[in-house]
């Protein structure tokens, strides 16, 4: 089978003999894997391990996009020197372990509903998709299903915000937690239908739902069908 016949038929559970598998490594992991298997930088982990060839498309930004300015959000502190302020505006701060960073969230000091509702959240607004029918035509003859990654929300909002003052928005100042959300959830639909105009195979998200024990949030009942 190829590529796009083993995920039409995993999708579908057709019953087949070969499995659709994909995996990522963190930098330190990827690394000892290398080393174990005798693979150099520029080898593929896709030709090594033999996975399923896939494409991936996304939105384009205009030729005159640039990035917000964040650095306004830092100006009470001292940003060391390896440190980076990232696509969604948090500040990176590289630690000693691994690949991990500390964040520092931008809305951190903010007070009010107006000062949330003026940071400039991610979007793509003005951004094109009139390139991605065609990727994902090729893909098709080249037997690859297309993937396009979509987003977070619950993670961009608690970087944004900050973590614990998130968690505390919850309880005392929910407006602000449902304006975040609602911002970034904007943005990811329009990449969804983006992608799905497009006739993408596969949309990817991502976010944090639990902890080592339990889920993050208690489920309860609201009086609604799910």
Known sequence: MNSLELFKATVEHIPHDEYLFFFHCTPDLERRLRQHLGLKPQDSFVENFDMPRVAYVALKPPEDFKKPDFSKYYEDMDIPPNAFINDIGVLEIPGSLYHFTRYVSPLRNAKTLREIEDFPY???????????????????????????????????????????????DMLLNPEIC???????????????????????????????????????FSIFNTGEDF
């Open 122 to 168: 991610p979007n793509v607004e003005g951004w094109t998709d009139c390139h991605m029918a065609e990727q994902v035509k090729i893909a098709h003859e080249n037997n690859q299903p297309v993937i396009c990654w979509v987003g977070h929300i619950y993670e961009v909002a608690w970087q944004n915000r900050g973590y614990e003052q998130f968690l505390v």
């Open 178 to 216: 449902e304006f975040i959300l609602d911002k970034i959830c904007e943005r990811n639909v329009k990449v969804a239908q983006a992608a799905a105009r497009a006739g993408v195979d596969w949309l990817t998200i991502g976010d944090d739902v639990a902890n080592e024990r339990t889920l993050m």
